[in-house]
């Protein structure tokens, strides 16, 4: 299983950016997915999580209100939807498997950029 995280870009601050997040080599049905974000020198944070079923959905603090998660399970893909994007949400974004407390086959990250 490979993931792949797209979707980034430059934008102006209060803007918008869909990312999404491809699952290659198995099925979106059976997996959990997850959002991190990383800032240069500093740890990777969670951002959001998405259960198998579209109702088990779950923010960070500073994600809540402006970002949603879903997922099409037919075209293997999961999407974070960020809208109102700050400064401070610039950073490398990945996605990764979610399996009981801990994140695997992370796949290669896109750069947002929040910048007027």
């Known amino acids: 299983v490979q993931l792949q995280a797209s979707g980034g870009g430059l934008v102006q601050p209060g803007m918008s950016l869909r990312l999404s997040c491809k699952l290659s080599g198995g099925y979106l049905d059976y997996f959990a997915i997850a959002w991190f974000r990383q800032d240069p020198g500093t740890e990777r944070r969670g951002v959001s999580c998405?259960?198998?079923?579209?109702?088990?959905?779950y923010y960070t603090d500073f994600a809540k209100g402006r970002f949603a998660v879903s997922r099409d399970n037919a075209k293997n893909t999961v999407y974070l939807q960020m809208n109102d994007l700050q400064p401070e949400d610039t950073a490398v974004y990945y996605c990764?498997?979610?399996?009981?407390?801990?994140?695997?086959?992370w796949g290669q990250g896109t750069q947002v950029t929040v910048s007027s």
């Open positions: 998405i259960g198998i079923s579209d109702g088990n959905t």
């Open positions: 990764a498997k979610w399996s009981y407390g801990h994140a695997s086959d």
